[in-house]
C-alpha cells in the first residue's frame, strides 16, 4: 500500500459490489431490468469503479443526479443508458443529446423549456416522465383523482413537444423501508392509475419504474419493467431492522493510522473546550481523521475505533484533522498501527449503521459525507486494483 497516503483512507472491496449486484439481479424477476443507482460518487464508494464493475456484471441502465455525474460515467467508458434523476438546466440540452444521456421530465413549463433548447441544438432529447404519487418533491402531481386534469394537460402537453422522446416513467416511494406501511401500495396504484389515464391519451411508455432498494425488497410485484437499486449495491440496508431477503456485503472499509501515543496524568483536558477530563491516568492515541474527513464531531465521545482488533473509544471533540482514542486497555498498540473506523478488524466490526446511529442520521449520509480528500482504495481478488484521489488526480 506505498503507493497512495497512508493517513486516512477507504478501501472499497469490488468484489463484495459484484456479489450485492448478482444477489439482486438473482432476486428480481427475470423480465426486470436493473438500473444501478451510482449517485452521489457511489454512494461515496467511488462512482467510476463502481459503474464498471456493474456493466461488467451486467447491469442495464445507471441513475445519476446530475449531468456532470453522468458525464462522469461517459468519460468512464460506460456506453449504456443514463438517467438523470435530477434537474438540468436546459441549456445543457445540446450535451444531453450528443452524449446520449436521458434526462428527467418533471413538469410542463421545464418540457417548454428543454424542448426549444433541443430543437435550437438541432436533436431530440430522450426523457423519462416523473410521476409525483406522494413523495411531493419532483414530478407530474397526481396524488388521486382530482389531480386527473392537470396531469393530462400537462404530461399530454409535454409529449407532444418536438425535440423530445419519451422512453420511459417512473415515481418514487416515500416510505417503501417501512414493509408494513400502506402508502407504498397507496402510491404503486396511483402510478400505475396515472399510467393509464396517460396511455388512454396516447402517451405510451416503454419503461415503467419506481422500486428503489427497499422497494424491491419488499413488494417484488411492483418491480414493473425495471427497478432502481441504490444502497444495497454497496451492501448498506436500506433501514435499520428491515429484513432483508438477500445477503448484503459491506463494501467500504475506512481506515487511518495511529501516529501519536501518550500517557496523561488524572484529570487531563483533552481538546477543544475542554469537556473530556481522564478520569485516571490514561494511555490516549491520536488518529489523522476528524470532520472535514467526513468523521463528525458529534462523534466525539461516542464512537469506537478498532486498534489490533479491540475497541477503544474516541474522547474529547473529534478535530477538523485529528481525533483522540483512549488506548489504555491496548498496552500493544503503537504509532503506525493502522486503525479501523468503519469495518472489521479480527472478530470485531463497526458497521456504518453503528457510527450513523452514533450521528443521529442514516448510513446513506454517513457513506456520502466520507470527505474528498479521503483516497478511494479499491481491490479485487484481494489485489489493489486502482485507487482514487480527488485533491491529486
Same mark, same amino acid.
Given at each position: ?297 458529534? %462523534?466525539? #465521545? @461516542? ?6 482488533? /479491540?475497541?477503544? +473509544?474516541? *474522547? $474529547? ?51 456520502? %459525507?466520507? #470527505? @474528498? ?6 481491490? /479485487?481478488?484481494? +489485489?489493489? *486494483? $486502482? ?7
Amino acid at each position: 500500500m506505498s503507493d497512495f497516503l497512508k493517513r486516512t483512507w477507504a478501501e472499497v472491496d469490488l468484489d463484495k459490489i459484484e456479489k450485492n449486484y448478482r444477489a439482486i439481479r438473482a432476486y428480481v424477476n427475470p423480465r426486470s431490468k436493473i438500473m444501478t443507482v451510482v449517485k452521489a460518487d457511489g454512494y461515496g464508494h467511488g462512482a467510476s469503479f463502481a459503474a464498471k464493475t456493474f456493466d461488467e456484471a451486467g447491469a442495464d441502465w445507471f441513475a445519476v443526479s446530475n449531468i456532470e455525474e453522468a458525464e462522469q460515467l461517459r468519460l468512464s467508458g460506460i456506453q449504456k443508458p443514463i438517467l438523470i434523476l435530477g434537474y438540468t438546466p436546459p441549456e445543457f440540452a445540446a450535451e444531453l443529446i450528443a452524449k446520449q444521456i436521458t434526462q428527467t421530465l418533471f413538469s410542463l413549463d421545464y418540457a417548454q423549456q428543454l424542448s426549444t433548447a433541443a430543437v435550437q441544438a438541432g436533436g431530440t432529447v430522450d426523457v423519462h416522465l416523473k410521476l409525483d404519487t406522494g413523495m411531493s418533491r419532483i414530478g407530474f402531481l397526481y396524488h388521486g383523482e382530482a389531480d386527473t386534469s392537470a396531469l393530462l394537460h400537462d404530461a399530454c402537453g409535454a409529449a407532444k413537444l418536438p425535440g423530445l422522446r419519451i422512453g420511459g416513467v417512473f415515481t418514487h416511494f416515500a416510505v417503501s423501508d417501512e414493509p408494513g406501511n400502506p402508502f407504498t401500495a397507496l402510491q404503486f396504484s396511483r402510478f400505475i392509475h396515472a399510467i393509464e389515464l396517460l396511455e388512454e391519451k396516447g402517451v405510451h411508455f416503454a419503461l415503467r419504474h419506481c422500486c428503489n432498494s427497499a422497494g424491491l425488497l419488499n413488494y417484488p410485484d411492483m418491480q414493473l419493467d425495471m427497478v432502481r437499486p441504490g444502497i444495497i449495491l454497496y451492501g448498506l440496508t436500506p433501514a435499520v431492522g428491515m429484513p432483508l431477503p438477500i445477503q448484503l456485503y459491506p463494501a467500504m472499509s475506512l481506515k487511518t493510522t495511529l501516529f501519536q501515543t501518550k500517557m496523561l496524568a488524572a484529570d487531563t483536558p483533552v481538546s477543544y473546550g475542554m469537556t473530556y477530563r481522564t478520569p485516571s491516568e490514561r494511555r490516549l492515541g491520536t488518529l489523522p481523521i476528524g470532520y472535514a474527513d467526513g468523521y463528525p464531531r458529534s %462523534l466525539s #465521545g @461516542k464512537a469506537d475505533v478498532l486498534i489490533r482488533g /479491540k475497541r477503544a +473509544r474516541i *474522547v $474529547g471533540r473529534v478535530c477538523m484533522d485529528q481525533c483522540m482514542a483512549d488506548i489504555t486497555d491496548i498496552p500493544e498498540a503503537e504509532s503506525g498501527d493502522e486503525v479501523t473506523v468503519i469495518g472489521c478488524d479480527g472478530t470485531q466490526a463497526i458497521p456504518m449503521e453503528e457510527i450513523a446511529a452514533h450521528m443521529g442520521t442514516i448510513n446513506y449520509e454517513t457513506a456520502c %459525507l466520507i #470527505g @474528498k480528500r479521503v483516497p478511494r482504495v479499491f481491490f /479485487k481478488g484481494g +489485489r489493489q *486494483v $486502482g485507487q482514487l484521489n480527488y485533491i491529486l488526480p
